[in-house]
């Protein structure tokens, strides 16, 4: 059975770092491209980050700069670390699996099948 298990949300001020990570048991992790989405209140589920089994690496325009994604194939982890944070960046983050190695299509969600629960992220001013 696929889980994908997020932690390391939390509070924080604005200007301020987080690192939220994913832990994937269940399936071949180190085939899959991974990605990370979040969900802002009253919104639709945004594509933030996601790496390619080739470690190719893609970000929303508006995170560039200021989130880095990782993977661990090893420890079957993913890595979000976020910078810089500011008010919108407040959402539920999920951490998601994508059917093939690469990620095409990415930010659309539909592309995914297998997600986390989510942790909460609240970026406070």
């Known amino acids: 059975q696929i889980q994908l298990v997020e932690s390391g949300g939390g509070v924080v001020q604005a200007g301020g770092s987080l690192s939220l990570s994913c832990t994937a048991v269940?399936?071949?992790?180190?085939?899959?491209?991974m990605a990370w989405f979040r969900q802002a209140p009253g919104q639709g589920r945004e594509g933030v980050a996601s790496?390619?089994?080739?470690?190719?690496?893609r970000y929303a325009d508006s995170v560039k700069g200021r989130f880095t994604i990782s993977r661990d194939n090893a420890k079957r982890t993913l890595v979000l670390q976020m910078n810089d944070l500011n008010s919108e960046d407040t959402a539920v983050y999920y951490c998601?699996?994508?059917?093939?190695?690469?990620?095409?299509?990415?930010?659309?969600?539909?592309?995914?099948?297998?997600w986390g629960k989510g942790t909460q992220v609240t970026v406070s001013s």
């Open positions: 998601a699996s994508g059917p093939l190695k690469e990620c095409i299509g990415w930010q659309n969600q539909n592309y995914f099948g297998s």
């Open positions: 269940g399936f071949a992790y180190s085939t899959h491209c």
């Open positions: 790496v390619e089994v080739g470690g190719t690496i």
